[in-house]
């Protein structure tokens, strides 16, 4: 491929979920994917045990924050190939208009951030959702480059949502 695959994760806070799906496909990706995360309504800050369970799983986090998807709509912004949301709140929400026309699927997880308990109960919640990123994200990366040309990667990002 010529360039890497741009991946943008989204989600309503872009506090969990989209940041574990960031950090982990950069990660994996091996230079072969690029990938970001923004939110609706971000909360301006990344959860703590969002973080700590990527550090123990050895994912590098330097840099990694809560933004707005308003951010990748605009000029100048890099241009997506893929953009998958992973939680059902930013799925059903209007996006922006993505220059470039992506293709885009929904790869739905329950919220770690929802989970009531001690901070063990949490930080479990967050190690069990980085593990099922991690399923699908494998598979991802594994793929030959000709599934995630422009057009087929809508079809074979859509597949892997039943993973």
Not at 88 to 96: L, R, S, T
Not at 107 to 125: F, M, N, Q, R, V
Request: hydrophobic residues 45%; contains cysteine.
């Amino acid at each position: 491929m010529s360039h890497p695959v741009n991946v943008l994760f989204l989600c309503t806070h872009n506090s969990a979920r989209s940041v574990l799906a960031e950090c982990l496909l950069n990660h994996l990706g091996s230079g072969r994917f690029r990938a970001f995360s923004a939110g609706s309504q971000p909360s301006g800050k990344v959860n703590p045990f969002a973080l700590q369970a990527l550090a123990e799983a050895g994912v590098d986090t330097a840099g990694v924050r809560s933004k707005a998807w308003d951010e990748f709509a605009v000029p100048g912004a890099p241009q997506m190939d893929l953009i998958i949301t992973v939680c059902d709140g930013a799925a059903g929400e209007a996006c922006p208009v993505w220059p470039g026309h992506p293709a885009t699927a929904h790869w739905g997880y329950a919220d770690p951030s929802a989970t009531s308990g001690d901070d063990a109960a949490k930080l479990a919640a967050f190690r069990d959702t980085l593990a099922l990123i991690r399923r699908r994200l494998d598979k991802l990366v594994a793929l030959p480059d000709e599934r995630l040309q422009a057009p087929t990667l809508q079809q074979t990002a859509r597949d892997l949502s039943a993973h």
